[in-house]
């Protein structure tokens, strides 16, 4: 089993949509949980850190969901400058992290 | 600015060849990473070095080596032994949060 796993997409939303990726983890002990965001051909970007009690940073919502294991990320009013590949990202523990492999998001006029 | 570098942006190797990629840090991180991505893929743990002269075996490591003589520095080797080298080489510092350099995409010949 995949220590981490996304769906793909891609994710095609039409401009102002909302969208919602999920994404599960299978170490239970995992301690810290993070979104990144990678544009084409370029290096991932912290996007936000997932806390237990969801956090918020404008349009972008992220949730934790410990006992089921799962971690999602809401976007809100999508803008074409969300288009960008989504990385769900697990600390088991210690300073090494799991990635997953990326869910893709293109967001239309 | 505070940050990470790496280089050089581009790299081709001929085959049997060791290269060198390099990674610096002026954020004053103890821990830094080496990371590398294939295509549809996520990202997988080379190396880490959670202090200096000190560093671990991440997931893939035979056929890398690296070095941590100064805490700003932590250059990967890509040596001749590793079978299928071309990819998006990534380092990466910081602890419960990690920080990417922009990247250096290597092409084997």
């Known amino acids: 089993r995949k220590e981490v796993e996304q769906d793909p997409g891609p994710f095609n939303v039409p401009e102002g949509a909302t969208v919602a990726f999920n994404c599960t983890y299978s170490?239970?002990?995992?301690?810290?949980f993070f979104w990144y965001r990678q544009d084409c051909r370029k290096e991932p970007k912290l996007l936000m850190s997932v806390y237990s009690s969801g956090n918020e940073d404008g349009r972008f919502t992220a949730q934790l969901n410990r006992a089921s294991q799962y971690i999602s990320l809401l976007i809100r009013d999508s803008k074409l400058s969300d288009s960008a590949t989504y990385l769900c990202?697990?600390?088991?523990?210690?300073?090494?992290?799991?990635f997953g492999k990326g869910t893709s998001l293109l967001v239309t006029p | 600015d505070g940050g990470i570098t790496q280089s050089p942006k581009y790299l081709f190797r001929k085959e049997g060849q060791n290269v060198t990629l390099s990674c610096e840090q002026n954020l004053n991180h103890d821990a830094m990473y080496w990371y590398r991505q294939d295509p549809g893929q996520g990202l997988r743990l080379i190396y880490y070095?959670?202090?200096?002269?000190?560093?671990q075996k991440g997931d893939i490591a035979e056929g890398y080596s690296v070095s941590r003589e100064k805490k700003e520095s932590f250059p990967l080797t890509v040596t001749s032994a590793q079978k299928n080298p071309t990819a998006f080489y990534l380092c990466?510092?910081?602890?419960?949060?990690?920080?990417f350099g922009p990247g250096t995409r290597l092409t084997v010949l």
């Open positions: 990202v697990v600390n088991p523990g210690g300073y090494a992290l799991n």
């Open positions: 990466a510092s910081g602890g419960t949060e990690q920080f």
């Open positions: 170490n239970s002990a995992s301690q810290s």
């Open positions: 070095s959670q202090i200096v002269n000190d560093f």
